[in-house]
């Protein structure tokens, strides 16, 4: 018989049953990454449909009847409302994992987001009338949505940055496999969703990662885990052969511990595939996918993105047409044409709007362009800057020499050079060059072999990882890219 008074034994019951349930969100919140960015949208979703619920209510407070009429259908108009600032603030990159930018800069990100978003809603509101709500409504939701969402991101970014919402990871090695995580979190952004606990020695590998984060345990695996609350264990010795305690990771990741191979884990966590990755990991990883079907997708997204843009953009064309015929005067070419490779090796010729002096290789030799480059003009020096001067390779996209989204097509004199020096640099033509890429939104514009090797592993992970959906965000994202003028030269 119980020694506790039976409204004493309810109340821990229900105090233990409490304190189970945060455990498990903070479980589920700590483990990958899509799972906080996931709670954030929706909970902004919530705010700014709450937010334009509060503004019908005030604005139709006296006249209760025509607020009777529009609440019928609010649900709609407010998911439609708050589907396209969110579209918006996607396109600045704000449900990125990684922003790296100041307070000030995300809040100008998330007030042009919005603005976007404004923009947006206008055409859905001409395209579907009666997802209309009227000036007087939308108005003050813009102005009081701003607010809320920059009010609630600060604190929900951080509670992530605290350690309560920080996924526990632990690495299982600590020589030279281990060294790229370890360069990887030295920069503090790459440290937002996770808390890495250190690294365990294994077998014979020598230590090559800092002292003070090496670990030593005196119990099994499985029971260290779980008494440190970890919720991931990356698997990264430089030798496996007889040191890796298969029934221990079996035992860890039966019961709810994640175990990732250390290549598998710098690819999802980064958006980059590390170069120094054996070929037996590319060739068993999952991922490369060239079925009909998705050539058939990427195919049609590119036809319909490049009709998209040509509409919203000739006239934007024919001024710079105009400005580079004033500035060079009558006799000069506007389109610049330069071989470059695409898929499979084969090269084609890309079409420019020309942004440098007609004499900028007058010996012949190709260069990479420089930050302040002197071969640059006026007009292409503004033209480079928000991207216009790339707009004629619709034309490429439209014949099928290019792609939308990919890896930027380079030219054959450093595409010759660079095959012999970087690794798996030949993988990046498996699929057709594109307009823009992921590595062109993180990493900023490369002049050297060495940005090129850092840029390869962005598109790399795209080769890898591409998709339709993958795709559409690229594309929206390209935004952030020409507003802000990052990566052009």
């Not at 281990?178 to 690294?199: C, M």
């Not at 019961?255 to 120094?276: C, K, M, Q, Y």
């Amino acid at each position: 018989m119980s020694v506790f008074p039976c409204g004493l034994r309810n109340d821990r019951c229900a105090s233990q049953r409490d304190t189970e349930g945060v455990d498990r969100m903070l479980r589920f919140l700590r483990q990958q990454i899509s799972r906080w960015l996931l709670v954030l949208a929706a909970s902004e979703c919530c705010l700014l449909m709450l937010g334009m619920h509060v503004s019908m209510y005030l604005r139709y407070f006296y006249e209760p009847e025509v607020y009777a009429l529009f609440s019928h259908g609010m649900l709609l108009r407010s998911a439609v409302f708050a589907l396209c600032l969110m579209v918006g603030m996607a396109a600045l990159g704000l449900y990125q994992p990684h922003v790296r930018e100041s307070a000030s800069g995300v809040l100008l990100r998330q007030a042009v987001g919005f603005a976007i978003g404004g923009i947006l809603l206008v055409v859905v509101y001409y395209a579907v009338p009666q997802t209309y709500v009227g000036r007087s409504v939308v108005g003050p939701s813009l102005l009081f949505g701003l607010p809320l969402i920059c009010t609630f991101r600060v604190w929900f970014l951080s509670m992530i940055d605290g350690d309560m919402l920080r996924r526990r990871v632990v690495v299982l090695g600590a020589g030279q496999c281990a060294t790229p995580v370890h360069r990887w979190l030295s920069d503090p952004s790459s440290r937002r969703t996770l808390n890495l606990i250190g690294y365990i020695p294994i077998g014979n590998d020598p230590v090559c990662v800092p002292r003070n984060q090496v670990l030593s345990i005196d119990i099994p695996l499985f029971q260290w885990a779980l008494q440190n609350d970890i919720a991931e264990i990356v698997v990264g010795p430089d030798d496996r052969r007889g040191v890796l305690s298969m029934t221990q990771l079996l035992e860890c990741k039966h019961n709810g511990i994640e175990v990732t191979e250390v290549g598998r884990f710098l690819e999802r966590e980064s958006g980059l595939i590390n170069l120094a990755v054996s070929p037996s990991w590319l060739v068993f990883s999952e991922g490369f996918h060239a079925t009909l079907l998705r050539k058939a997708t990427k195919r049609a997204f590119d036809i319909a993105s490049a009709m998209v843009v040509l509409a919203l953009t000739w006239p934007f064309m024919l001024l710079v047409a105009l400005a580079i015929r004033l500035e060079s005067g009558p006799g000069q070419p506007i389109l610049y044409r330069q071989r470059r490779v695409g898929e499979h090796g084969r090269t084609f010729s890309l079409i420019k709007f020309r942004s440098m002096r007609t004499d900028a290789e007058r010996d012949g030799i190709a260069r990479w362009a420089s930050t302040n480059d002197d071969r640059v003009t006026r007009v292409g020096r503004f033209i480079r800057k928000v991207r216009l001067d790339e707009l004629p390779q619709l034309w490429n996209v439209l014949c099928g020499e290019m792609s939308f989204i990919g890896p930027r097509p380079e030219r054959p004199e450093f595409v010759d050079g660079l095959n012999g020096k970087i690794s798996y640099y030949s993988l990046r033509h498996s699929v057709k060059p594109g307009l823009t890429g992921w590595a062109q939104l993180r990493y900023p514009y490369g002049s050297s072999e060495e940005d090129a090797s850092m840029k390869l592993t962005y598109d790399l992970f795209y080769v890898k990882n591409h998709s339709l959906r993958f795709d559409m965000m690229i594309f929206i994202q390209t935004i952030e890219v020409v507003l802000f003028g990052r990566g052009a030269r």
